[in-house]
T-cell receptor, first 114, second 111 residues
Framework: EPEVTQTPSHQVTQMGQEVILRCVPISNHLYFYWYRQILGQKVEFLVSFYNNEISEKSEIFDDQFSVERPDGSNFTLKIRSTKLEDSAMYFC????????????FGSGTQLSVL | QKEVEQNSGPLSVPEGAIASLNCTYSDRVSQSFFWYRQYSGKSPELIMSIYSNGDKEDGRFTAQLNKASQYVSLLIRDSQPSDSATYLCAVYGGSQGNLIFGKGTKLSVKP
């Protein structure tokens, strides 16, 4: 069964450092997303991406965040200068049809900012 | 800010019983409704979707939607210990074009 793949599974970084989280969405999916979940809290929307551009972003997704689809398979989330409060599980997701429909999530990257 | 509300639980049911999970949402024009299951430390896994008023059954799971009351529920029949997880209600559509999640209800099924 096709799945969304995320790497790395864990990332530890120092405050102020840049991190790149990587995702390979399901191959025939057209819509890509990043969500995050702080421990014990709800899954929060960060950004959606369609047709090589951001279609929507939340208030969390400020200038420190960026997304890119550098080739036909990878989808990345970059945090330019990490803060302590960026520590969370980051989930990549993709969907085949219109945005928001039946999202399939990757296994996540646990980001710890020290 | 559009909200999706769930009772955080924990909801504890004996094995074989029916578990009933509830969710309310604030945006009246929401279009699509989903239930995800999340095991501790894992990613959300889609288990049910529902788009129109009424019931939708899939195996031991039944989703119920009442748009007039802005209410979605999930029934799990013949609950098993393996159903113990956090169940996330998610709503799409309306004024926000992305999927909004509730905080989840933690279900514990006791053998």
């Amino acid at each position: 069964e096709p799945e969304v793949t995320q790497t790395p599974s864990h990332q530890v970084t120092q405050m102020g450092q840049e991190v790149i989280l990587r995702c390979v969405p399901i191959s025939n999916h057209l819509y890509f997303y990043w969500y995050r979940q702080i421990l014990g809290q709800k899954v929060e929307f960060l950004v959606s991406f369609y047709n090589n551009e951001i279609s929507e972003k939340s208030e969390i997704f400020d200038d420190q965040f960026s997304v890119e689809r550098p080739d036909g398979s990878n989808f990345t989330l970059k945090i330019r200068s990490t803060k302590l409060e960026d520590s969370a599980m980051y989930f990549c997701a993709s969907s085949e049809h219109r945005a928001g429909e039946k999202l399939f999530f990757g296994s996540g990257t646990q980001l710890s900012v020290l | 800010q559009k909200e999706v509300e769930q009772n955080s639980g924990p909801l504890s049911v004996p094995e074989g019983a029916i578990a009933s999970l509830n969710c309310t949402y604030s945006d009246r024009v929401s279009q699509s409704f989903f239930w995800y299951r999340q095991y501790s430390g894992k990613s959300p896994e889609l288990i049910m979707s529902i788009y129109s008023n009424g019931d939708k059954e899939d195996g031991r799971f039944t989703a119920q939607l009442n748009k007039a009351s802005q209410y979605v529920s999930l029934l799990i029949r013949d609950s098993q210990p393996s159903d113990s997880a956090t169940y996330l209600c998610a709503v799409y559509g309306g004024s926000q074009g992305n999927l909004i999640f509730g905080k989840g209800t933690k279900l514990s099924v006791k053998p």
